[in-house]
């Protein structure tokens, strides 16, 4: 079965630092990838998607970019963090676009 | 561009009661999916439904029905018999179908359901 592993879970960082967060999934080959960030109290937002290692797709402009250096595995990084950049993100991986799984999330405090 | 309301900031419902947790939605895309997804406060999201445009039937998954009324734009979530782990937060999404939006979700502001015993 397929399973999917974001770390850290929770993170507290200070303005201006850089951010580094990885996603791995199991038990599948190929899969498409995704970042979805969710404020406080708010739905979900796409970042970034991802159909194969090296490609990667961002939807809203934003100081964040991503990486997919294998092909089951999915970055996230920033070289300074904003306050607004705070909230959980949430990775989430589908297979030729039907239901997409996500995994546990990692929730980030910029202070 | 796609846009999904919930309306129902919070939705409370006694245990053993049937909810429906309200969903429009707004698209010019002739095929597209639907879903719902719950997210307990542990933070994860659960998929838990999906609904297909040119799907005839309403989609039913076990104690999770949908609801849709594509001349409305609507797509509720119909949960029978509540139970106390039913109490979430659950968002409804959709997708567009092909093309270079294939896969990509757009959710809604969510809708917070409390059980009561």
């Known amino acids: 079965s397929q399973t999917i592993h974001q770390w850290p879970a929770t993170l507290v960082q200070p303005v201006g630092s850089p951010l580094s967060l990885e996603c791995t999934v199991e038990?599948?080959?190929?899969?498409?990838l995704y970042w979805y960030r969710q404020a406080a109290g708010r739905g979900l937002q796409l970042l970034f998607y991802?159909?194969?290692?090296?490609?990667i797709s961002s939807e809203v402009p934003q100081n964040l970019s991503a990486s997919r250096p294998q092909d089951r595995q999915f970055i996230l990084s920033s070289k300074k963090l904003l306050l607004s950049d705070s909230g959980v993100y949430h990775c989430?991986?589908?297979?030729?676009?039907?239901?997409?799984?996500f995994g546990p999330g990692t929730r980030l405090t910029v202070t | 561009a796609q846009k999904i309301t919930q309306t129902q900031p919070g939705m409370f419902v006694q245990e053993k009661e049937a909810v429906t947790l309200d969903c429009t939605y707004d698209?010019?895309?002739?095929?597209?999916?639907l879903f719902w997804y719950k997210q307990p406060s542990s933070g994860e999201m659960i998929f838990l439904i999906y609904?297909?445009?040119?799907?005839?039937q309403n989609a039913t998954e076990g104690r999770y029905s949908l609801n849709f009324q594509k001349a409305r734009k609507s797509a509720n979530l119909v949960i029978s018999a509540s139970q106390l782990g039913d109490s979430a937060m659950y968002f409804c999404?959709?997708?567009?179908?092909?093309?270079?939006?294939?896969?990509?979700?757009?959710f809604g502001q969510g809708t917070i359901l409390t059980v009561h015993p």
């Open positions: 698209t010019s895309d002739q095929s597209y999916g």
């Open positions: 609904q297909g445009s040119y799907d005839e």
């Open positions: 999404a959709m997708r567009p179908a092909g093309g270079t939006s294939y896969g990509k979700l757009t």
């Open positions: 038990g599948t080959s190929n899969p498409n």
């Open positions: 989430a991986w589908s297979e030729a676009g039907v239901e997409q799984y």
């Open positions: 991802s159909v194969g290692i090296g490609q």
